[in-house]
């Protein structure tokens, strides 16, 4: 499966934005899909993820609950990870990648096997 990330761009504090995450090869529903971020000089990190067969079944980071929120759209074979209340500490590439174990590890960056290119968002103060 291969991954096209998009959406990233420059927001300013207390803004929103909206990256996409498109697959194509295989349909979404053979994996779970995961968010991550990696700022400069730092570990790439787990921000969210979805599970295959139940969209209403997620995860989150404790630093992006409440403010990110991830989706995604069947028919399009897109997730999307909805970004709220950006802060500076959310300047990162962000990566969606796939994954097809079990879903309690989903936060866990080694588990996913396809990564898509990354997309930048910088959040300005």
């Not at 499966?1 to 529903?29: D, I, K, P, Y």
């Not at 000089?41 to 079944?57: L, Q």
């Not at 950006?86 to 969606?96: H, Q």
Request: proline share 2%; charged share 20%; hydrophobic share 40%.
């Amino acid at each position: 499966v291969q991954l096209q990330a998009s959406g990233g761009g420059l927001v300013q504090a207390g803004g929103s934005l909206r990256l996409s995450c498109t697959a194509s090869g295989r349909t979404f529903r053979d994996f779970h899909m995961g968010w991550f971020r990696q700022a400069p000089g730092k570990e790439r990190e787990f921000v969210a993820a979805i599970n295959r067969s139940n969209a209403a079944a997620t995860r989150y980071a404790d630093s992006v609950k409440g403010r990110f929120t991830i989706s995604r759209d069947m028919a399009k074979n897109t997730v999307y990870l909805q970004m709220n209340d950006l802060k500076p500490e959310d300047t990162a590439v962000y990566y969606c990648a796939v994954t097809q174990i079990l879903f309690m590890y989903a936060h866990e960056v080694s588990r996913y096997t396809n990564w898509g290119q990354g997309t930048l968002v910088t959040v300005s103060s």
